[in-house]
């Protein structure tokens, strides 16, 4: 299995990169995440996805957004396809988000996902989310996970927060203090 690919942009579509590593070229599906052009060095943290006829990659930048888009997959009826979708349309933090405040409306806005999957993805991943299945805090920027942990605060304390984020607190220091605020109570 292929799970990390570093190497030379050599040709580029909207939806994928053909990334050359020791003369190989790896066509890995990317969506409009990756941000480099032909001829830059890129890598990506990637899923390999094999069936009977399909042998696909599908690359992130980031292992945070890999291990999300793992998280996805493991609802039923969402595959690779949709699970790209879900990421690009939202991004990690929004899809947290939608999960724990139950709104089904953020998910049935992406196309090709209606009330049944929607409802799905909401009702499996809450669960594994409240079982502690899912750390959270390895979904949130690690900026601000490190941040909080280096003034003391243990994971199990800043997760229950870390939930509670708003969507719209954008800069580091603005979420710590909301973390830090919500901790205290």
């Given at each position: 299995m292929i799970?990390y690919?570093?190497?030379n942009i050599?040709?580029?579509?909207?939806?994928f990169?053909?990334?050359?590593?020791?003369?190989?070229g790896?066509k890995?599906n990317?969506?409009?995440f990756?941000?480099?052009?032909?001829?830059?060095?890129?890598a990506y943290f990637c899923?390999h996805?094999?069936?009977?006829?399909?042998?696909?990659l599908?690359g992130?930048?980031?292992?945070?957004?890999?291990?999300?888009?793992?998280?996805?997959?493991s609802?039923?009826?969402?595959g690779?396809?949709?699970?790209?979708?879900?990421?690009?349309?939202l991004g990690?933090?929004?899809?947290a988000q939608?999960i724990s405040l139950s709104?089904?409306n953020?998910?049935?806005?992406?196309?090709?996902?209606?009330?049944?999957?929607?409802s799905?993805?909401?009702?499996?991943?809450k669960?594994?989310i409240?079982?502690?299945e899912?750390?959270?805090?390895d979904?949130?920027?690690d900026?601000?996970?490190?941040a909080l942990?280096a003034?003391?605060?243990k994971?199990a304390e800043i997760?229950?927060?870390?939930?509670?984020i708003?969507?719209?607190l954008?800069d580091?220091?603005?979420?710590?203090k909301f973390?830090?605020?919500h901790?205290?109570?």
């Amino acid at each position: 299995m292929i799970g990390y690919l570093k190497g030379n942009i050599i040709a580029k579509s909207k939806s994928f990169v053909i990334v050359e590593v020791n003369s190989v070229g790896y066509k890995v599906n990317t969506g409009n995440f990756s941000k480099a052009e032909i001829g830059e060095k890129a890598a990506y943290f990637c899923y390999h996805y094999t069936r009977e006829d399909i042998n696909e990659l599908f690359g992130f930048s980031d292992f945070a957004d890999l291990q999300f888009f793992e998280f996805l997959l493991s609802v039923s009826g969402v595959g690779p396809k949709v699970a790209q979708t879900i990421m690009i349309n939202l991004g990690r933090d929004k899809v947290a988000q939608a999960i724990s405040l139950s709104d089904v409306n953020l998910f049935k806005s992406i196309p090709g996902i209606g009330t049944k999957v929607a409802s799905k993805i909401i009702v499996e991943l809450k669960s594994k989310i409240s079982k502690g299945e899912v750390d959270m805090a390895d979904l949130e920027d690690d900026e601000t996970v490190d941040a909080l942990l280096a003034l003391g605060l243990k994971k199990a304390e800043i997760l229950p927060a870390l939930k509670k984020i708003p969507v719209d607190l954008k800069d580091i220091q603005s979420r710590v203090k909301f973390v830090l605020k919500h901790v205290s109570k």
